[in-house]
């Protein structure tokens, strides 16, 4: 990908460049500087602390062979276990745009690295004192950031003093997710208690008569007047204060041993009114465990559907509470979504708010959680004014390019995050997603700290005085986890401390991003050219008449002129997703590329109408745009794995209860109505704010994707047919009859034999190829050389190259890929996770000293060099001054071979020696050259032996250059790639 990066002045951009390791490790030396003044501390603590014990590593046993052994030991096996986790996603990369997922802060690394060295666990304060008072500190800061009072002694309305909220840091969403429901349970069926407690427990007796609780109406009423449905409606607030008021007459025990006689928490649900709980469609599968762990049941969880812009559905939704009311069903929680986990959508928090406040009034409350795993941080974008903001640079001078524009959330999700989501009584919100912390960091924040108590199980070690929380006994007590990292608390709070939970730290990276996902969702808007043969449907549909907008005022311009242009700001703003996640579907027609008998690109295609096939094409999409992990044996990583996808994205699935979304699909990919079936959409996350600094996306993103379609759609639709591979490279490396010690022993490179008029040859295809072992190698190429000496003149040979050729039809993606499990594919899969299949092996192509085979063996397709689809908005471009051909190879063996794009072209491969430095990870991974013809003719094989410079982009986005000679001419060809039709 080449970049023009210029110099950068906006200070800003400057400071959050040094927050992550880089997409190409640019601060590892930073990094490794910071951990080891981390070690070397945590080392000296060690020392001096009781200096004058003695020590057991001593030099003699570090000088011991035994000891030596073994450190080696451990130095060989985390160097393997390191290249083994080569093969992990590349979340650090640009690339990676599938599950909400990103490079992690460096700083909160550097945090977890130093904190791990203690091993802290915050199950218990005498455990980890240091990282418990951190994590009251981070759940401090949470809480501030979402908009709860951390402040004692304030007054609401109604003269009482408003709730202080806290919070903690479990290891998960799902865990607070869980604990939040927990939680909710235990209010819904406090009053309850109390109610029993004042009637029946003599200890209580003096306030029988006058004790008072507030209703779901407003008004106050004795606890022992109310009836059984109003005790199952008291707002948390109401049931909470009263709890408290019991407990400042009689003391927190004689309160908790009370109680525990009637709470849920000790009876259980057994004897307890049923009730539901109410989750949106898109809800996170978390919540379906909850239910079935606490006993709810998950046939009481209630599913609102969702509108067509992914939300949750108020009308469905009031239609739910109607029913509550009706028939008397106490409902525990209803939870709205702050950023949905595949679509970023955010529900509208203020208008279920609102339907509470009515349904109050009719005798009708339930307790409020809003999932804010992924959308909580995004209040960082704007102030909260009792939040510390941190020191900021000073004098920011005029930014130059490349640089990232903020981009602000839309008016929608500003006012459900600003002005709603404080008023909620608990929010998840998870660090070690959009709060860009490693694994495992979540949070769960109360607006009212008292609900804590109904989830305490009391332990021995009180947090002693003067640390925060003194008051509060380990905050291990609380919540569903027992042990837990102090390290993760660790990393949160560095990260906290240095970036600051405000729009010029934290909220400048959400900002950042958010503009990158808009690009993206502006690129997958208008990428769809008329001659496509696919068709992209947005899950947040652009508005009719934006899309000339797009094209013209946002693609293809620079972030400057963008940002220089406060109408397209506006829009951009307003349309698409709400927090970071671009989900969309795909439809298809076929043929991809259909020539007419000038050799024209026809546009009469056939569309799918069904969303059966829509989602198989996806399904190979997806394929095509992730890696499915196999275990192959303990040493091997997979050739055809990460090192090979360009682009990462995930797939997901509609249901039933999202049919407004399904309907709004169907309808813009013209398909036939199904309302039976689920429907697969991708989903596209977008944590990395630098990609709209280089030209990733038009660069990148968009061709990745683009080829990825085109290969999904021919890997369903082309009919299965015979391919050919010319060979560069079969002259054995070892004597016939010895064993291969390498990969270069049994593998050669094949180029796919295209054919523009032949729907399933329209690839430029490079692929290592390998045989079963050397000596079948080493016979192959013996044979090749006879027949060649038999047949063929000395002066012709170049017309007859080494092919391979399947024997039994299959098509390219079946060869690569493996069979289709849904077909008859014939190849057969051994248990190594290879796709074996039998081949045949000529001299010749046909037409040209082609005739019966003069071997069959078995073959697999061991790793893929370039795999290019012939894309129709290639047709009618003119090609490039200096030709482009693709410069591949392994150890001391160079190739290249033309980058066919359209009709008419040719295809050329041909041996090259490289004359200086080349970068053999470029070499192995394959890199588009350019070369200078220097007066040779294009559209004819290159003179051997002559000289001519290349440019490319090497690591790094260099623009270089290197000198090829050509040593030997492998293959040309112009007949068959562009007069060869189809003949089925």
């Known amino acids: 990908m080449a970049t023009d990066l210029k110099p950068v002045e906006d200070e800003s951009y ?26 070397s501390l945590h080392g000296d603590w060690r020392r001096k602390y009781f200096p004058q014990d003695p020590a057991y590593i001593t030099q003699d046993v570090k000088n011991s062979k035994v000891y030596k052994d073994e450190i080696a030991k451990i130095e060989r096996e985390v160097s393997a276990l390191s290249i083994r986790l080569r093969n992990s996603q590349p979340f650090f990369s640009s690339r990676y745009k599938g599950h909400m997922n990103w490079d992690a802060s460096m700083i909160g690394r550097l945090g977890y690295f130093a904190a791990a060295l203690f091993n802290s666990n915050n199950v218990a304060t005498e455990g980890a004192p240091v990282t418990t008072a951190l994590e009251y500190e981070v759940a401090h800061d949470l809480c501030v950031m979402l908009g709860y009072n951390m402040t004692r002694g304030i007054k609401g309305p109604d003269n009482r003093d408003l709730p202080v909220g806290w919070g903690h840091i479990p290891s998960c969403g799902s865990n607070a997710n869980t604990e939040s429901l927990w939680a909710a349970r235990n209010v819904k069926y406090l009053t309850p208690a109390i109610f029993k407690a004042t009637t029946q427990a003599p200890e209580f007796a003096v306030k029988r008569d006058s004790l008072m609780i507030g209703t779901a109406n407003g008004t106050k009423k004795k606890v022992i007047e109310l009836d059984d449905w109003e005790q199952y409606n008291v707002p948390a607030d109401e049931v909470l204060a009263t709890q408290l008021e019991l407990v400042q007459e009689f003391g927190d025990k004689v309160v908790t041993e009370v109680l525990n006689r009637y709470s849920v928490q000790k009876t259980g649900l057994y004897g307890q009114k049923p009730g539901v709980y109410m989750v949106p469609a898109t809800r996170h599968y978390s919540w379906d465990k909850a239910g079935a762990v606490l006993g709810i049941g998950t046939n009481n969880m209630w599913m609102v559907n969702v509108d067509s812009f992914g939300r949750l559905d108020l009308l469905w939704f009031e239609e739910y509470l109607k029913r509550c009311l009706r028939e008397r069903i106490p409902i525990f929680s209803v939870v709205a979504v702050v950023g949905t986990t595949a679509e970023g959508v955010v529900d509208p928090v203020g208008s279920v708010l609102a339907l509470r406040e009515k349904y109050r009034k009719l005798g009708l409350d339930f307790y409020l959680h809003a999932d804010a795993a992924w959308g909580g941080y995004f209040c960082s974008t704007f102030e909260r004014p009792s939040l510390e903001a941190r020191p900021m640079l000073e ?149 009719p008449g934006l899309h000339e907008l797009l094209r013209t005022r946002v693609i293809g311009r620079t972030n400057r002129q963008i940002m220089q242009d406060p109408f397209a700001l506006s829009i951009l703003s307003e349309i698409g997703p709400d927090l970071l996640i671009n ?202 050389q006879q027949k060649l000496e038999e047949k063929v003149p000395v002066e012709q040979r170049d017309s007859a190259p080494f092919v391979i050729g399947n024997v039994n039809k299959s098509r390219l993606y079946e060869l690569i890929n493996g069979p289709d499990p849904e077909d008859n594919a014939p190849i057969k899969d051994d248990k190594k996770d290879k796709t074996v299949w039998e081949a045949e092996l000529r001299c010749g192509v046909p037409g040209q000293w082609y005739e019966d085979a003069f071997m069959t063996t078995e073959l697999v397709i061991t790793d893929v060099v370039r795999n290019f689809h012939f894309d129709p908005r290639d047709h009618g471009i003119k090609p490039p001054q200096n030709p482009e051909y693709l410069l591949y190879g392994s150890g001391k063996k160079a190739y290249i071979s033309h980058m066919m794009k359209a009709m008419p072209d040719y295809h050329y491969v041909a041996e090259v020696d490289i004359l200086g430095e080349f970068s053999p990870l470029l070499l192995e991974m394959g890199v588009s050259v350019s070369i200078n013809l220097d007066g040779s003719e294009d559209g004819k094989p290159l003179p051997e032996k002559k000289k001519f410079k290349a440019e490319y982009v090497g690591e790094a986005g260099a623009a270089l250059s290197i000198d090829l000679e050509v040593v030997r001419n492998v293959w040309f060809d112009t007949e068959m790639l562009n007069t060869h039709d189809h003949d089925e």
């Not at 998870?430 to 199980?457: M, T, V």
């Not at 329209?762 to 192959?780: G, M, N, R, S």
């Open 14 to 39: 400057l400071r959050l460049a040094a927050w992550f390791l880089g997409p190409r490790a640019e601060n590892q030396e930073e990094f490794h500087r910071i951990l080891g003044t981390a070690l």
């Open 395 to 543: 004098g920011a001078l005029q930014p130059l390019e490349p640089f990232v524009p903020t981009l602000p959330l839309s008016a929608y999700v500003i006012d459900q995050l600003k002005n709603h989501l404080p008023k909620v009584d608990s929010i998840t919100i998870d660090p070690h997603k959009s709060g860009w912390i490693q694994y495992p960091a979540g949070g769960l924040c109360y607006r009212n700290e008292n609900i804590r108590k109904l989830l305490a199980f009391e332990a021995p070690v009180i947090v002693p005085p003067g640390l925060p929380g003194a008051t509060d006994p380990s905050i291990g007590v609380f919540g569903i986890e027992g042990s837990k990292p102090g390290a993760s608390v660790a990393a949160v709070w560095l990260h906290h401390k240095v970036v600051g939970l405000n729009p010029k730290g934290h909220g400048r990276l959400c900002a950042e991003a958010h503009f990158t996902t808009k690009l993206i969702y502006a690129t997958l808007a208008t990428m769809e050219l008329p001659d496509d043969p696919f068709a992209i449907a947005l899950y947040q549909p652009l508005r």
């Open 583 to 784: 989900a969309f579907a795909l439809n298809y027609s076929w043929p991809v590329l259909n020539y007419d008998a000038e050799g024209k690109v026809g546009l009469q295609r056939t569309q799918n109408r069904t969303l059966a096939q829509a989602n198989k094409v996806l399904m190979k999409v997806a394929d095509e745009l992730n890696v499915s992990y196999q275990q192959v044996d303990s040493e091997t990583i997979r050739k055809r794995g990460v090192a090979r996808h360009g682009l990462f994205m995930i797939r997901n699935t509609l249901q039933d209860h999202q049919q407004a979304v399904k309907n709004q699909l169907q309808r813009a990919l013209e398909l036939d109505v199904d309302l039976e079936s689920d429907m697969h959409y991708f989903v596209n996350s977008n944590m990395d704010p630098w990609p709209s600094a280089t030209k990733f996306i038009p660069t990148v993103l968009e061709p990745e994707l683009r080829n990825a379609i085109l290969r999904g759609i021919g890997a369903v639709m082309e009919p299965r047919h015979l391919h050919g591979f010319v060979i560069t490279n079969c002259p054995p490396t070892v004597p016939v009859g010895t064993p291969a010690v390498n990969e270069l022993d049994i593998e050669v490179f094949g180029d796919h034999l295209p054919m523009f008029r032949m729907y399933q040859h329209q690839y430029h295809l490079v692929v290592k190829i390998a045989f079963k072992d050397a000596q079948t190698k080493a016979q192959a190429w013996q044979l090749y």
